[in-house]
Structure formats: C-alpha cells, structure tokens
T-cell receptor, first 110, second 116 residues
Framework: AQRVTQPEKLLSVFKGAPVELKCNYS??????LFWYVQYSRQRLQLLLR??SRESIKGFTADLNKGETSFHLKKPFAQEEDSAMYYC????????????FGSGTRLQVQP | GAVVSQHPSRVICKSGTSVKIECRSL??????MFWYRQFPKQSLMLMAT?????????EQGVEKDKFLINHASLTLSTLTVTSAHPEDSSFYIC????????????FGPGTRLTVL
C-alpha cells in the first residue's frame, strides 16, 4: 500500500531562515503529490501540487521520483508561515482519495 | 474559492446514541466526498468515499454499519455514527471533490465529536 512519511513532527526556525519540510512516499507507480497547510483554527487548504509546478506564498516543491521525495521549501521563512503542513498523495484518477503524512508543525520565530 | 461546510462543528453525546454530521458543498457540485478521521496530534485517516447516488466505499477496518454514509444529492453527504461509544470520540473532517474545477479537494472545518 502507498505510504507518505514526514519525518519531522516539529520544525522551528527563525524569521528569514530557509525552510525545508521533508516528505517521502512509497509507491511503485506515478502518484500525484500535494502539500496541504492548516493554519491555527482554520481548515485544511491546498498549498500546492506537483503537477502545477508553481510557487505559492514563496513555497516550492519538486517531485524527485528517484528519491521518491516531495520536499517543501521556502528560502526565507515568515512568521505567518507558522502552521501545520501535511504532505499527501493520490494514486488513482478515479476516486482521488488522499493519503496523508503525519504532518510537520512549522514554527517561525521572530 | 469553493467552500465546504460541516454541521455541527462540535457535538457531545451520550454513549449509545447516534450522531449525524452533515457535509455540504456550498458553491459547487460534488459527486464524490470523502470522510476522514483525525485523532489528537495525528494525521487524517480516510474512512470512506461517499459517492452520490450509490453506496459508499469504506476503507479497510472501518465498520460500514457503524459509520453510515448517505450522499443523497450533489451537495450533501451525511455521516451517522451509530451507537456511539467513547472510543468514537474524534475529529471528523469531510472533503468534496470539485470535478469541474480540476479535481481539487476542498475541506470542511471539521466536527469535534465527544462521546461521554
């Protein structure tokens, strides 16, 4: 079965520092990868997806099929980036059910 | 953007009673909705896929007679927790797939269920 691994439960950085939230997946096929973000007291929302190849709020993520990774990066963290980040994948184009990683809490300190 | 609502946001019930949670897509049609469960400090676990006009698809280990799902219209899915027990206490989150909008899933705010 497919699996998404986020090794860090908590990542604490100072404002202006680079950020990298790690995500690895296990699946032999070609999944679609996503990053979702949940700000305090808000619902889960899509941050970005690998097929879009875009930068959202300064975040980027590149799918590395060789390393089966989809790490989320931002060169200069802002305090408003503090949130819970979930990496997720979907396998099939039919149901589009998501498999989530355990999440990483990002704390950006002033 | 597309909005998904859930009602109620919080419910407390006695053990043995049934609780219904509604999930609505407010400005788009959703042929498919998903129900997730989230334990404290843990990730979202898919419980079932709700299909409009047909039976729900349950994930392994999820009791279909315990968690009844009805998707009677293109904008509403309901999850009924039957004969609730304290171990059913959790955060239940639904999402709806906007098939006309690139298949993106939009999440509801969640429902906190506490069974006494």
């Amino acid at each position: 079965a497919q699996r998404v691994t986020q090794p860090e439960k908590l990542l604490s950085v100072f404002k202006g520092a680079p950020v990298e939230l790690k995500c690895n997946y296990s699946y032999s096929g070609s999944p679609e990868l996503f990053w979702y973000v949940q700000y305090s007291r808000q619902r889960l929302q899509l941050l970005l997806r690998h097929i879009s190849r875009e930068s959202i709020k300064g975040f980027t993520a590149d799918l590395n099929k060789g390393e089966t990774s989809f790490h989320l990066k931002k060169p200069f963290a802002q305090e408003e980036d503090s949130a819970m980040y979930y990496c997720a994948l979907t396998l099939d184009t039919g149901r589009r059910a998501l498999t989530f990683g355990s999440g990483t809490r990002l704390q950006v300190q002033p | 953007g597309a909005v998904v609502s859930q009602h109620p946001s919080r419910v407390i019930c006695k053990s043995g009673t049934s609780v219904k949670i509604e999930c609505r897509s407010l400005d788009f049609q959703a042929t498919t909705m998903f129900w997730y469960r989230q334990f404290p400090k843990q990730s979202l676990m898919l419980m079932a896929t709700s299909n409009e006009g047909s039976k729900a698809t349950y994930e392994q280990g999820v009791e279909k007679d315990k968690f009844l799902i009805n998707h009677a219209s293109l904008t509403l899915s309901t999850l009924t927790v039957t004969s609730a027990h304290p171990e059913d206490s959790s955060f239940y989150i639904c999402s709806a797939r906007d098939w006309q909008g690139g298949n993106e899933q939009f999440f509801g705010p969640g429902t906190r269920l506490t069974v006494l």
